[in-house]
């Protein structure tokens, strides 16, 4: 059974750094893409960022261009999303997904599996 887990969010002062991370299990992970998506209440699923199977395509929202970076471990069944100069707008529930796709997608339906949420919230 497909099972993805977020950890690490927690409250943090603008500007502070962050990093989340997604476990995943009960898939082949690297025959995955993996993107991270957030939601703020009463908001759509917002893609924040995307990592191909083997990194070789990673794509960027705007909002977090040059501010977040993601990363994977195929061999740990993780990826990681480190976030710099954290902005109050930046808080939300951030979610790690799972596509079975070759590039990388931005949208929410491309994604079969789906972790139950990280919260982070900057305070400004």
């Known amino acids: 059974q497909a099972r993805l887990v977020e950890s690490g969010g927690r409250l943090v002062q603008a500007g502070d750094s962050l990093r989340v991370s997604c476990a995943a299990s009960?898939?082949?992970?690297?025959?995955?893409?993996v993107g991270w998506f957030r939601q703020v209440p009463g908001k759509e699923f917002e893609f924040i960022a995307g990592i191909s199977r083997l990194g070789g395509e990673i794509k960027y929202a705007d909002a977090v261009k040059g501010r977040f970076t993601i990363s994977r471990d195929n061999t740990k069944q993780m990826t990681d999303l480190q976030m710099n100069s954290l902005k109050p707008e930046d808080t939300a529930v951030y979610y790690c997904?799972?596509?079975?796709?070759?590039?990388?997608?931005?949208?929410?339906?491309?994604?079969?599996?789906w972790g139950q949420g990280t919260q982070v919230t900057v305070s400004s």
């Open positions: 997904a799972a596509a079975f796709t070759v590039r990388v997608m931005t949208t929410r339906r491309e994604y079969a599996y």
């Open positions: 009960g898939i082949t992970f690297d025959s995955y893409v």
